[in-house]
Nanobody, 117 residues
Framework: QVQLVESGGGLMQPGGSLRLSCAAS????????MGWYRQAPGKERELVAL???????NYADSVKGRFTISRDGAKNLVYLQMNGLTPEDTAVYYC???????????WGQGSQVTVSS
């Protein structure tokens, strides 16, 4: 079992920056993928960014060049630095952890990000 606890998020004006953090605990497999999805009102959950335990990253086209995902492997932490925020980034952001051994996904509680003037 893996538990995820998110922090960060909140209200920001367009053009501003926010950082999300997610801490994983429990039985952590050495090889894994962590990342972020988001869900806006009335829309399906969508990928934002992923990072493997080897450091390989993957971004949604809508956030490339603005968002940066990183991780501290020793502490099982993953971060999402969000710059150049726009109202279209408003959503609940969910941290995710994938255990490839069993193709299991774990989810954080969700963090609200609101971009508005």
């Amino acid at each position: 079992q893996v538990q995820l606890v998110e922090s960060g998020g909140g209200l920001m004006q367009p053009g501003g920056s926010l950082r999300l953090s997610c801490a994983a605990s429990g039985t952590i497999p050495r090889i894994n993928t962590m990342g972020w999805y988001r869900q806006a009102p009335g829309k399906e959950r969508e990928l934002v960014a992923l990072i493997t335990s080897a450091g390989t990253t993957n971004y949604a086209d809508s956030v490339k060049g603005r968002f940066t995902i990183s991780r501290d492997g020793a502490k099982n932490l993953v971060y999402l630095q969000m710059n150049g925020l726009t109202p279209e980034d408003t959503a609940v952001y969910y941290c995710t952890f994938r255990d490839p051994r069993y193709d299991l996904y774990y989810w954080g509680q969700g963090s609200q990000v609101t971009v508005s003037s």
